[in-house]
């Protein structure tokens, strides 16, 4: 039975042990990456055009290859990733992008020249230059806001040990590929991704809201100036560039669709035919059956 002990202990050290979240064990996680992924989805586009832009390029091209519920952060990608705090819930994210695709994007967004091919160099052992910073820093402004609009960059590098979400994004620019990863502790996943309430409105602010809306609905106005009734045998001998005789009424009245609304006055202003209105018409006698 000690034998058999030792053997038990000597295997359970090589496992790697840790604390559960009972978050995990339901759907609270599973809900919010659910309702957190069109946003992640749309980082595809903002970043893509972000690049673009950067590398005076058209033919960047970034997927969402992976997203999973992690119960321990994934290995980061090198030694300066970018961690942001949300200025209103707690939780941390993680962000970076590959150390060679952060390189070509620095030469070419500060004048250099970068290179796009298929072939690159290793630079993972080297440190991130304060240009990739820079870059990394941008992309990951970029991409974050499609999450939320409340962030603060942490100039310190928190831990970060606990379950999150993490999604892999495959960034294309000729032939060259690289990686943009996002991670979300579980706290921040929680807080981002629970589904959006309807407010409670009163009445009054019902009513209000509505009353804006319809007040912003574009409405047509129309005024006849002048009408003329002839014969039909007359109307059928008209042809282009004959001349219809007729006076300019004084008053008019102004609607829109069937519903009359003003009468106004014919003038003149600026070389231009304008309507001075001169009063109301009462919509009561004009819904009068």
């Known amino acids: 039975m000690k034998s058999n002990n030792k053997h038990i202990k000597k295997e359970s050290e090589k496992l790697d042990v840790f604390n559960i979240d009972p978050r995990t064990l339901g759907r609270p996680l599973n809900i919010a990456k659910a309702n957190l992924t069109p946003n992640l989805h749309s980082i595809e586009d903002a970043l893509a055009a972000a690049i673009n832009a950067m590398v005076r390029r058209s033919d960047c091209h970034i997927e969402l290859k992976s997203l999973s519920i992690e119960m321990k952060p994934t290995k980061p990608l090198h030694s300066a990733a970018c961690f942001y705090q949300h200025t209103s819930h707690q939780g941390v994210c993680r962000l970076e992008v590959n150390h060679y695709l952060l390189t070509q994007l620095a030469e070419a967004f500060y004048g250099g020249k970068p290179s796009f091919s298929s072939e690159f160099s290793d630079v993972s052992q080297l440190r991130l230059n304060a240009s990739e910073k820079r870059v990394q820093a941008r992309l990951g402004a970029i991409a974050l806001k499609q999450l939320d609009a409340n962030w603060r960059v942490l100039e310190t590098s928190p831990a970060f040990e606990t379950c999150c979400l993490h999604a892999q994004y495959e960034i294309s620019i000729g032939e060259l590929k690289g990686e943009l ?109």
């Open 181 to 289: 990863s996002v991670s979300l502790d579980d706290n921040l996943l929680v807080a981002l991704g629970e589904s959006n309430k309807a407010a409670t409105l009163s009445p009054e602010a019902i009513n209000e809201k509505r009353n804006h809306q319809l007040r912003q609905v574009p409405v047509k106005l129309n005024a006849i100036l002048a009408q003329q009734s002839m014969p039909l045998e007359q109307v059928a001998q008209l042809r282009v560039g004959d001349i219809i005789t007729s006076d300019i009424k004084e008053i008019v009245e102004v609607s829109s669709g069937e519903q009359k609304l003003f009468l106004a006055r014919v003038s003149e202003q600026s070389n231009h035919l304008v309507l001075h209105i001169t009063d109301h018409i009462n919509p009561t006698e004009n819904f009068s059956s």
